[in-house]
T-cell receptor
């Protein structure tokens, strides 16, 4: 079955730096991959969707890449701010049509 | 953007009682809604898929008689935790999928319900 792996260790960076989060999957390449943000005690909020034929997608300070050869997606936040501190979840639809999530990476941006 | 409202946000109940959680899509119709459960520091685990007008599809290991799901309209799905016990304490999150275009591939989530069973 499809598995998603994200860095389980929290990522701590200084304000203004670029945060880079990694998402690896193990089996077939999905048609698209999604990134969500989750704050403590809240539901996930959709950020970006990238299709398999798109190498890169941008939205304001966010950038996502999708490498189907490496079976990996990278999520970048440029000019990070303390308000960006949250857990970021990678998700993709499995062959049964269900959205499955990685365990998430907690990002902490220090002022 | 699409909004999903989940209520209540927090509930405390005694062991043996039943708790109902509502999930509403406010500005779009959702033929399919999903119910997830999340334990601290863990990922979201899909419990069941709820389809309007039909029976829900439960994931392996999820008791359908324990977690009753009703999707009576295109904008409302409910999850009832029956005879709740302390081990049912968790964070329950619903989501709804858009029906057309790009939104068809995106799930919009409610804010979640924190259930504490004493």
């Amino acid at each position: 079955s499809q598995k998603i792996e994200q860095n389980s260790e929290a990522l701590n960076i200084q304000e203004g730096k670029t945060a880079t989060l990694t998402c690896n999957y193990t089996n077939y390449s999905p048609a698209y991959l999604q990134w969500y943000r989750q704050d403590p005690g809240r539901g996930p909020v959709f950020l970006l969707l990238i299709r398999e034929n798109e190498k890169e997608k941008r939205k304001e300070r966010l950038k996502v890449t999708f490498d189907t050869t490496l079976k990996q997606s990278l999520f970048h936040i440029t000019a990070s701010q303390p308000a960006d501190s949250a857990t970021y979840l990678c998700a993709l639809v499995d062959q049964g049509g269900k959205l499955i999530f990685g365990q998430g990476t907690e990002l902490s941006v220090k002022p | 953007g699409a909004v999903v409202s989940q209520h209540p946000s927090w509930v405390i109940c005694k062991s043996g009682t039943s708790v109902k959680i509502e999930c509403r899509s406010l500005d779009f119709q959702a033929t399919t809604m999903f119910w997830y459960r999340q334990f601290p520091k863990q990922s979201l685990m899909l419990m069941a898929t709820s389809n309007e007008g039909s029976k829900a599809t439960y994931e392996q290991g999820v008791e359908k008689d324990k977690f009753l799901i009703n999707h009576a309209s295109l904008t409302l799905s409910t999850l009832t935790v029956t005879s709740a016990h302390p081990e049912d304490s968790s964070f329950y999150i619903c989501s709804a999928r858009g029906v057309a275009g790009l939104a068809k591939n995106i799930q919009y989530f409610g804010a979640g319900t924190r259930l504490s069973v004493l």
